[in-house]
């Protein structure tokens, strides 16, 4: 089954505009699907087959002759050798589209990679499912906890997986490929357990000293790991918003997850039943929206962005979003009955920032409009970006 991802327009568009065109994203996420149902007439080479990849890295110049007008090269994070030949070739040919790159893992950050891409290609970056897209094609749970347990990977819907069965194989995977690909972690369960408590954080400020007691190792090596989770798209910063107001503000940025099943998973979260009584159920609502917001500008191809807000006394704002100059606030509340409770920290922030607009997403349904600030349902909460 094809579902046509919003991301697709600015893929094709970058394919007129650039040489070279970057899609990366974390496994599972659909880049493969994508650019094979949108370049149904370029030669497709995936570089995790081994035979492929020894050519590319015994010959790399004869193997990219061998798509003199263009190609798709999928999991070329296999092969960060092989970006200065893509330059060399792109540049003599000098015509767009000519290289497709796709990847599981975030090879602009390796620092010998951006230099060969710099100006020539088009980057863009496929997330899970968002809700957007799940909404149109009726994939949407009805029930807010049963979508926060089930996450929002492609094939949990494509062929109707458990989403533990799913989850499990997938971190066996990551951590068998993806893992040991980027760094020499030799012993997995530690990098294991690393993970887990990584879930168990999600929507905190991150604490690397505290983040490395727990796990047993030294800080520098959980800065190592958490770039490795950045990397290959299982969690993100959201970093503190640069206005003070006059006020102290905390520095350290927030940790979440691109998706929410799999926060959940590695939680030990086996039902949504289960799940709506976790002490984490805030902490995922609250990731649920920050990542959707996240991925809605990635699917225009823009960089969001999007800050959290707290001072030194504890005052907190859980989204801002800068857009156009205009400063969006919003608040974020897993539970399904609004109560004034639910103002307290927006009220605060209005009477530091006069001119921002004003929003609550909660785990309801029902949307209301009260004085200077927009209520909005779950299902609802991309309307704070309009």
Avoid at 49 to 73: E, G, H, K, T
Avoid at 107 to 114: E, G, Q, S, T
Wanted: aromatic residues 12%; proline residues 4%.
């Amino acid at each position: 089954m094809i579902i046509d991802r919003i991301l697709a327009a600015k893929v094709a568009y970058a394919a007129k505009k650039f040489p070279i065109v970057s899609l990366t994203g974390p496994r599972q996420s659909g880049k493969t699907t994508l650019l094979r149902e949108h370049f149904r007439k370029l030669p497709y080479v995936s570089l995790e087959d081994p035979d492929l990849r020894n050519f590319a890295q015994s010959d790399p110049r004869q193997f990219l002759s061998n798509y003199p007008s263009a190609v798709i090269l999928d999991e070329v994070q296999h092969m960060p050798s092989l970006f200065s030949y893509i330059q060399t070739a792109s540049d003599l040919r000098n015509k767009t589209g000519q290289f497709i790159l796709s990847g599981s893992q975030n090879f602009l950050m390796n620092k010998k990679i951006p230099q060969s891409l710099a100006g020539r290609a088009g980057i863009l970056k496929l997330l899970p499912f968002s809700m957007e897209e799940m909404q149109h094609h009726h994939f949407l749970k009805s029930n807010l906890w049963d979508q926060l347990h089930k996450g929002f990977y492609p094939r949990l819907f494509d062929k109707k997986i458990d989403p533990v069965m799913f989850y499990s194989s997938y971190v066996e995977t990551y951590l068998k490929r993806d893992v040991q690909d980027l760094v020499n972690v030799t012993d997995l369960n530690t990098f294991l357990k690393f993970l887990k408590l990584c879930a168990g954080r999600t929507g905190q400020l991150l604490n690397l000293s505290s983040l490395a007691n727990d796990t047993g190792v030294a800080v520098n090596t959980v800065k190592s790991w958490l770039g490795i989770l950045e990397a290959s798209y299982i969690i993100f910063l959201l970093q503190p918003y640069h206005q003070n107001f006059r006020k102290r503000l905390v520095k350290s940025p927030k940790m979440f997850f691109w998706d929410t099943g799999l926060a959940s998973y590695l939680l030990g979260i086996k039902s949504s039943s289960e799940l709506k009584t976790h002490f984490a159920k805030g902490a995922l609502f609250e990731n649920l929206v920050v990542a959707e917001y996240g991925k809605y500008f990635y699917n225009r191809g823009m960089n969001p962005d999007f800050y959290f807000w707290r001072d030194k006394t504890g005052n907190e704002i859980d989204c801002i979003i800068e857009n156009r100059k205009k400063v969006r606030a919003i608040e974020i509340k897993s539970g399904t009955t609004v109560n004034d409770d639910f103002f307290k920290g927006l009220l605060n922030f209005q009477n530091l920032s006069k001119s921002a607009d004003l929003a609550l997403v909660y785990g309801g349904n029902t949307k209301q409009t009260r004085t200077d600030i927009e209520v909005l349902g779950w299902k609802d909460m991309l309307e704070a970006l309009k």
